[in-house]
């Protein structure tokens, strides 16, 4: 007859890629000795201080990533490189998972980010994986891509079930001080006047290409100011160069999106 613990253990892992925490197990019953037992004779497999795989070593990129988020602690997110893998934006993982946490845990072998500004509108969870989400997540490497791989990935993203044009104005009214803000907003008003693009940027872009930027701390207060208008508050769909040529370029759903939007923030300085 199965252990009852076992029952309680293997529902907990099933809901986390095959991975449990010290501490859920404490709480599920399982002493610290057994713990201790059962990591000897392969029974638990460490894969971080504190954060186990049952009855093997992890394998998949879920399972690896999992265990990053729960080494991190509560409230980390996967993020940044390895959010746009598990949405299915990009298909080559980078080799240590990417993470964002709202505290100072910083296990080896993981690329840890500190924000304490997430919401409930940055964050979901997929494949059972707390995650940024799709809009949050390119917003956040943005920054890190050339403008056309930025195009790209966008272009791609948008015809997934995952990202909708909404979402980005979202974002980047909540956002706006975050680099990535204008990139994106440039795309959302320009979108429909660049040329149809061939290729895909599936793949993560190539740092020898010249597509890929190096990794910036994008999650800490940005540098960057809004700027000013005689009345206080610039408005967030001014553009500041070729404004009336871009007007004509701008899809039906952005307009709508313009002019049911009540809000008013700063465009980033030069």
Known sequence: MTDPIDVRIGRRAAMQQNIVTREQLLFLGLGAKAITYRAKVGRLHREFPGVYSIGRAAVTVYEHSSA??????????????SAMCIWGFWTRWPKQPEVVVPGDRRPKGITVHRCTTLTRGDVARHHGIPVTNPAHTILVVAPRLTEDGLWRTIDDALHTPYLHRTSLIEQII?????????????YLLTATARPARTGSARSRPSACSGAYRSRSSVWSSPV??????????????????????RAGARSSETETAMSTCSLRIGSPSG
């Not at 080494?71 to 997110?77: E, F, L, N, V, W």
């Not at 960057?224 to 040529?245: C, E, I, L, N, Y």
């Open 174 to 186: 909540r956002h706006h001080l975050y680099p990535g803000a204008s990139l994106i907003r440039e």
């Open 68 to 81: 990053a988020v729960l080494a991190c602690g509560p409230g980390a997110k996967l993020a940044g490189e």
């Open 224 to 245: 960057a100011r809004p700027t000013r208008t005689g009345q206080g508050r610039a408005s967030f769909w001014s553009s500041t160069a070729g404004s009336s040529t």
